[in-house]
């Protein structure tokens, strides 16, 4: 059976996502929905968040352990290396990003993205939370030219789509410039944007819902 990815193209873990299967090369469908709570989409996935994952043994969801199962299929090339510490410091990463930088930033979305004011302690809150999500991962990522040096990993495909949400979530509601204050953040982003797979999924999300 061909992997059905269901969510959306606006969706950052979505794109995530979808980038590794097409790295990879791997027949996928992509089956357009929403994040819900109907009960029909939550037998797939049990939070109603997107994206999840159709296989030929059932449904997966969390962006992370859809990496490692397409990783574990041993299709197309993998994006982590060989050595068990190297590969565990590229999870590290993609851990620190999902934690400590994603989630903080996250709460921001609604006023940044939908329209829905946060509260000055909102703001109050997540502000020194993503001061020690950015200084830590930048502790963690070498940037030399990639997060994990110099072979691309899967921590890049992650940070495309989870770092410029964030960047644009601090400039637009913290009015916090880090990509003036990081510029390795746009420099690697830019490295990234080159890559067949990322234009396409840009395309299609500039194109769809
Ligand atoms: N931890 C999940 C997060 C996925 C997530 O938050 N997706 C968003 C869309 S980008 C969503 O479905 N939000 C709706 C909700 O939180 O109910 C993952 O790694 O896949």
Do not use: H
């Not at 269901?6 to 980038?19: A, D, H, R």
């Not at 930048?138 to 040096?149: D, E, I, M, Q, V």
């Amino acid at each position: 059976m061909t992997i059905k990815l269901y969510g959306m193209p606006l969706s950052n873990y979505y794109n995530m996502v979808k980038t590794v299967l097409l790295e990879k090369g791997m027949d996928f469908e992509e089956v357009l929905v929403l994040p819900n709570q109907e009960s029909d989409y939550l037998a797939k996935s049990p939070m109603g968040k997107v994206p999840a994952m159709e296989t030929e043994q059932g449904f997966l969801t969390e962006t992370g352990v859809m990496i490692d199962y397409l990783d574990s299929l041993g299709q197309g090339e993998s994006f982590y290396p060989a050595d068990p510490f190297e590969k565990a410091k590229v999870q590290e990463i993609i851990r620190y990003l999902e934690l400590y930088i994603e989630l903080p930033a996250r709460r921001l979305y609604g006023e940044v993205f939908f329209g829905r004011p946060a509260t000055v302690e909102l703001k109050e809150e997540v502000k020194p939370q993503l001061e020690k999500g950015f200084a830590s991962f930048n502790r963690l990522a070498k940037f030399s030219p990639y997060l994990c040096g110099d072979k691309l990993t899967y921590a890049d495909f992650y940070f495309r789509f989870s770092m410029n949400l964030a960047m644009t979530a601090c400039k637009r509601a913290l009015d916090w410039d880090v990509a003036a204050e990081m510029p390795r953040n746009n420099e690697l982003i830019a490295r990234l944007d080159e890559r067949a797979s990322i234009m396409r999924v840009l395309a299609d999300q500039k194109k769809k819902v």
